[in-house]
């Protein structure tokens, strides 16, 4: 059984946003992301919103990224999950982050559009 341990608290900012349109006629946006998580130093990556359907307030999500740790290494994370609205202009986001070295989070933050930020935390599975 998975047990829990001591959450990574990251904190993001946006630099920019791209809406495209899937091959299945639904669209999706593309948020470019940059900022740091504990123990894992800089991070920089994009989280993918798609909408499952024309007008969707809810849909899945996914991460990909790359910390920089402070020894010089390199960790790369993606993720697959779902979002909903958590507020006005707000979405929490929840999924499951696979790193390079193997470890696996729960991941659970919010995105909002005020300062476009994206805060939240990663809880171990052992």
Do not use: C
């Not at 979002?83 to 070295?101: A, D, Q």
């Amino acid at each position: 059984m998975a047990t829990d341990k001591t959450a990574v608290k990251f904190s993001f900012t946006s630099t920019g946003v791209t809406y495209s349109q899937e091959p299945d006629g639904n669209g999706a946006a593309q948020v470019n992301l940059e900022g740091t998580a504990t123990g894992f130093g800089t991070v920089l990556g994009t989280l993918t919103l798609f909408g499952d359907a024309p007008g969707a307030k809810t849909g899945r999500s996914s991460w990909v990224g790359t910390a920089y740790l402070e020894n010089g290494d390199e960790v790369q994370g993606s993720s697959e999950g779902f979002y909903e609205p958590s507020g006005k202009h707000k979405w929490r986001v929840r999924g499951t982050l696979r790193t390079s070295t193997g470890a696996m989070f729960r991941s659970d933050g919010i995105i909002s559009l005020d300062g476009r930020t994206y805060k939240g935390s990663l809880t171990a599975w052992s």
